[in-house]
C-alpha cells in the first residue's frame, strides 16, 4: 500500500520536480501521486523551473544534475545565494552516485539524494519526512515570532508605564518649586540639546530628555517655608536645602531601570562644581557624570533666564555671560561652549540680545 502523507499540511506542500528526461518525470509524478502528494509542478529545464522559484515557492525541490542548458549544480549554486537548505530542502534525483559528485552537490547545498530509478516507499518516506521537518520548522517559527512579538509588545508597555511614572514624578517635584511646573521640562529639553550638540549616543540624548526634569525630586522633603523664603536662606536653611540632592538619589536608587539610575546619578550630582567645590561628593572635572554636568549648565541658564517671585528673568545674553564667567569653575567648559552653539542656532528669543 502506497504511504500517505502525515497530514493535510503535508500532502498539499508544493513540489518542484526537475528533469530533463520526460519519462523519468511522469516515473516521479506517479510514485508521489501515489503516496499522496496533491501539489506538483515539473520542468525539463532547469531555466525555466528558476524562473518559477519566486512564484510557486516550492516546500521542496527534487533535482537531477545532468541536463542541458542550465545544469543542476549551477541551479544549486544559484538557488543557494538566496536560499537556506533548512528552508527549501534539495534532492538530488541521480543515477551518478559518485563521491566527486555527492560532495559537489553537498557542498552546493543539497540536502539529500535519492538514486535512479529508486524505490517508491523509499523516495515517499524521504520527502514525506523532509516535509514534516520542515513544517514542525515553520510552527516553531511562528512560535517564536508570536513570543517576540508579545515580548515587544510587553517591552513597549513596560517603557510607556515607565515613561507616565518618570514624568509624573518630574510633576510632583516641580509644584512644589515652580508654580507654572514648567521648569523641570524646559531644563529638560535644553539638556537633551546640550547632550546632541556634544555628540552624545542619541539613545542617551532622549534619556536625559525623560529623566533631567528629576534633577530635583528631593525638594518634595524641603519645606515650603524654605522653598518659598523670598530672601536670602539662613545657613541653617541652606544646609537644609542642600540635602535634597541626597534625598532625591536616595528616592530614585531603590529603582533598577537603566533608566532611573541615570536619574540618580543626576539627582545626586547636579549641584557638584567643576572645581570641585559643590555639594555633596565634592567631585571635580569628569569625576561628574556626564549628565550631571549637563543638567547644572542647563538647570543654572533657565533659573536665570525665567521670573521668580522675588526677581524678573534675564536675558538670554546675560545669563550665558554668567555661565561663561563661571565656566572652568563652576561649570563644564565644554558645555557652557555647547550653550553657546545652542542659542546662536536655536534662540530667536529678542532677550538673546544684551
Not at 189 to 216: K, M
Not at 285 to 308: K, L, Q
Request: glycine fraction near 6%; proline fraction near 4%; charged fraction near 25%.
Amino acid at each position: 500500500m502506497p504511504l500517505e502523507p502525515v497530514d493535510k499540511t503535508v500532502a498539499t506542500s508544493p513540489l518542484m520536480l526537475i528533469d530533463d528526461n520526460i519519462d523519468n518525470l511522469a516515473l516521479l509524478e506517479s510514485i508521489l501521486q501515489w503516496g499522496g502528494f496533491e501539489n506538483l509542478r515539473s520542468f525539463t529545464k532547469a531555466q525555466d523551473a528558476l524562473k518559477a522559484l519566486s512564484e510557486l515557492n516550492p516546500h521542496l525541490i527534487i533535482l537531477d544534475l545532468k541536463m542541458p542548458g542550465m545544469n543542476g549544480f549551477e541551479f544549486l549554486n544559484v538557488v543557494r545565494e538566496t536560499r537556506s537548505s533548512a528552508s527549501l530542502p534539495i534532492l538530488v534525483f541521480t543515477a551518478d552516485m559518485t563521491t566527486e559528485t555527492r560532495i559537489k552537490a553537498l557542498e552546493l547545498g543539497a540536502s539529500d539524494f535519492l538514486t535512479k530509478p529508486g524505490d517508491a516507499i523509499e523516495i515517499q518516506l524521504r520527502i514525506r519526512n523532509f516535509l514534516q521537518i520542515r513544517a514542525l520548522q515553520g510552527e516553531l517559527q511562528n512560535q517564536n515570532d508570536l513570543l517576540e512579538s508579545r515580548i515587544l509588545e510587553r517591552t513597549e508597555l513596560l517603557a510607556i508605564s515607565q515613561t507616565e511614572a518618570v514624568e509624573l514624578l518630574a510633576s510632583a517635584s516641580e509644584y512644589r518649586d515652580d508654580d507654572t511646573g514648567k521648569h523641570t521640562y524646559r531644563v529638560g529639553d535644553l539638556s537633551a540639546n546640550l547632550a546632541e550638540i556634544l555628540g552624545l549616543d542619541c539613545q542617551f540624548v532622549e534619556c536625559l530628555r525623560l529623566v533631567a526634569p528629576l534633577h530635583d525630586i528631593g525638594k518634595i522633603a524641603i519645606p515650603d517655608s524654605i522653598l518659598h523664603k523670598p530672601g536670602p536662606l539662613t545657613d541653617d536653611e541652606y544646609a537644609l536645602m542642600k540635602t535634597h540632592v541626597q534625598i532625591g538619589a536616595d528616592l530614585l536608587a531603590k529603582k533598577s531601570s537603566p533608566l532611573l539610575q541615570l536619574a540618580t546619578e543626576i539627582a545626586r550630582y547636579h549641584h557638584e562644581r567643576w572645581d570641585g567645590r559643590g555639594y555633596l561628593a565634592g567631585l571635580s572635572r569628569e569625576a561628574i557624570p556626564i549628565g550631571a554636568r549637563i543638567v547644572s549648565v542647563a538647570d543654572a541658564f533657565d533659573a536665570m533666564t525665567n521670573d521668580r517671585p522675588y526677581r524678573q528673568g534675564r536675558s538670554y545674553a546675560e545669563a550665558l555671560h554668567e555661565l561663561k564667567k563661571s565656566s572652568g569653575t563652576q561649570f563644564d567648559p565644554a558645555i557652557v561652549e555647547a550653550m553657546e552653539q545652542h542659542l546662536l542656532y536655536h534662540a530667536t528669543d529678542q532677550r538673546l540680545a544684551a
